[in-house]
């Protein structure tokens, strides 16, 4: 039973803590509230973006936006909070790759359209996810399960769980739904080269780089490669927009955008 000598002290404190909050948000000549010392902004808002791909309008993404085709899908299973994120990655295998979908996870709303796809015999989903826990061993399985996949005729997809290392066990662990699919764990000794959040090791690849590997080792390695100069045109562009630098000479990723648009 807790102490409530501590209880009372607690809510004393609290009392405490309410009535100096009072004494800032308020005129103590008047009592009135005090207006704002400054307007609020979101960190970023006040720049320009462009309509289209969302980067800041100096560095605009569309000129190297390039298509690609691919023998095995990729779904992203979306925390709600990338979805604001204009850093997030996912959104760029959906520019490369048509076939791909975008499911936003709620908890106890799953998705109709992603419960509707798993039913349906010709696709085989992988959730892609470290082999770091005994409860799912007898689940997982190498990329020679997609291989022999592709040769039966149907079509293998890649579930990504996109956002936070924090979100994406949660979603792997509260979708009931994803219990009973196969999980291959990505192995790869590529670093990341995401500029634009600070990861917890060079070994945590972001989304894009995890699709890029997925496709490369599957097989899909033209999809792979426009996949990856893509990311890299993101990763410099949006990098470049934030030290408020126009890039003026063309990487060699861009220029391969480039001719693959112009056919």
Known sequence: ???????????????GFSHAAARLSHDPAT?????????????????ERCPGCNLPALNCL???????????????????????????????????????????????VPDARLLELL???????????PDDQPDYADRVVDIQAVSEVKVS????????????????????????YLDALPVLPLSTTRQTRYQLRKPA???????AEVAVELLRQSGDV???????????????????SRRYEKIEVSTPAMLRLVARRTG
């Open 1 to 15: 039973m807790p102490d409530q000598t501590c209880q009372a002290d607690h809510c004393d404190s609290r009392a």
């Open 31 to 47: 009592g009135h509230p005090r207006p704002p010392r400054r307007e609020f902004k979101a960190r970023g808002s006040f720049v």
């Open 62 to 108: 569309c000129p190297y936006q390039a298509r690609a085709e691919s023998e095995a899908r990729v779904w992203l299973i979306t925390h709600p909070l990338e979805h604001l994120k204009p850093t997030n990655t996912g959104r760029l295998i959906r520019d490369v790759l048509p076939g791909t979908e975008v499911f936003t996870w709620y908890r106890t």
């Open 119 to 129: 039913e349906d015999p010709d696709l085989v989903p992988f959730v892609i996810f």
């Open 153 to 176: 005729g149907r079509t293998p997809v890649f579930i990504l769980l996109d956002g936070t290392w924090r979100q994406a066990r949660r979603i792997f662990r509260k979708s009931p």
């Open 201 to 207: 090791s060079r070994a945590h690849l972001c989304t």
């Open 222 to 240: 033209d999809a792979a490669q426009v996949l990856d100069d893509y990311f890299d045109t993101f990763n410099v562009s949006y990098a470049a």
